[in-house]
Every structure is written in C-alpha cells, then in structure tokens.
C-alpha cells in the first residue's frame, strides 16, 4: 500500500522568502507529524495533529513556522521568512501504534 | 520529559559478527520505545518497537531489541550483520499518556565492512 509521501523532495530557497511543505499521510492514519532533522540537532519534534483535537505545537522553533492539516488527511507545514538555519531535511510520518515517515524534504536557504 | 542516549555515535564491525548497538532513556513516565533505521539518502525506517508485553521484541531484517526497565535500556542486536545493514539507527520513546511525539537519541552510524 502506499507510504506517507512529501512533496516537494528537494526546495532550494532564498533567505527572506516563504515557503510551504507537503504531506500526504497513510490513509486511515488519524495522527500526523512532523520533524525536523539536522545535523546540529538531530530529530526535532515540530507538530502533531491529531483528529480533531488542537495541534500541540510545542516543538515549532518560531512564530515563523505553521503548521495545518486540512480534512483530516493533507497536511503543509510553512516557513515564513525563512532563515539559513531553517536549513534541514523535514519529515512527515502518520501514526497507527508506530509512526511511519516519508522520504522528508531537503530544504536549503541560501 | 522524557531523553535517550545512544551511548556510540559510530560502530564499526566486520560482516557476519554479532552487533550490539546501545540505547539508554529517562523518563518519568512509562514509555513505548522504537528502532528506526535510515539508509544513506533516504527516510526513516521503523525496525522494531515496544508497546507491551514480552521484553523481547523482534523486527525486520533479523534485529531484535530487549526492554530492560530496570536499566531503563533498549539495546538493538543481531546476531550476524551483512553489508547492507550499513546505515544510521535511531532510538525513539514516547510516553504512553502524551502526544505519542517521538523523542530521539543522537543515532548510530553502523558501518559494516567485508
């Protein structure tokens, strides 16, 4: 069956611009998550949607970055203003007894 | 809060020995506890996990992880590793009342040689 997919796989942007980054969870999964990882930080806790609850968005680094899920299923995580160190891989994974991720999307800020 | 410790950044082995890679955690609260793994340029890969039940616990590739929550560990093993098993492992907890959000240890880069 098909994986959570991400799109786009690679985004190269400027620093200052936004950008948005999406993910398609499993079908049927009722969580959604995402991370972030680098290589200064590891794997970084961003957001978590589940069902209808609030999201807990306890790991977003800066009011730049937002997160939502829209139907219950597709969810885009955007960055505002983006900065260099906004640069990482940003993986998105669904939830049933285990967390099942993407492929990510490489974000580079020049 | 809850934090892991993957006590080797790097392991190094020849193919076919036994491998054992570490994973330590803190936590207040019960937890389930995962293995993932990632391959060069590529997502992240769940090996095995505990929920409940039996200490031992099997996954893929012929891995396997015991729960030891005296020790408060989660040591990946197998038996006999091959070429492809080179890769990065992840140690990942959750707490079983919470958001089920994965926290993670620093990984261990596993590097096999023949």
């Known amino acids: 069956g098909a994986g959570v997919s991400q799109s786009p796989s690679n985004k190269v942007t400027e620093k200052g611009k936004d950008v948005e980054l999406r993910c398609d969870p499993i079908?049927?999964?009722?969580?959604l998550y995402w991370y972030r990882q680098s290589l200064g930080q590891g794997l970084e806790f961003l957001i978590y949607f589940q069902g209808n609850s609030a999201p807990d968005k306890s790991g977003l680094p800066s009011d730049r970055f937002s997160a939502e899920r829209t139907g219950g299923s597709v969810s885009t995580l955007t960055i505002q203003r983006t900065q260099q160190e906004d640069s990482a891989v940003y993986l998105c994974?669904?939830?049933?007894?285990?967390?099942?991720f993407g492929p990510g999307t490489r974000l580079t800020v020049l | 809060a809850q934090s892991v410790t993957q006590l080797d950044s790097q392991v190094p082995v020849f193919e076919e020995a036994p491998v054992e890679l570490r994973c330590n955690y803190s936590s207040s609260v019960s937890v389930y506890l995962f293995w993932y793994v990632q391959y060069p340029n590529q997502g992240l890969q769940l090996l095995l996990k505990?929920?409940?039940?039996?200490?031992l616990v099997k996954g893929i590739n012929g891995f396997e992880a015991e729960f030891n929550k005296s020790q408060t560990s989660f040591h990946l093993r197998k038996p006999s590793v091959h070429i492809s098993d080179t890769a990065e492992y992840f140690c990942a907890v959750s707490d079983v009342r919470g958001s089920e959000k994965l926290v993670f240890g620093k990984g261990t880069k596993l590097t096999v040689n023949p």
């Open positions: 994974a669904s939830s049933l007894e285990a967390e099942y």
């Open positions: 505990y929920l409940s039940g039996s200490t």
């Open positions: 079908s049927g999964h009722t969580a």
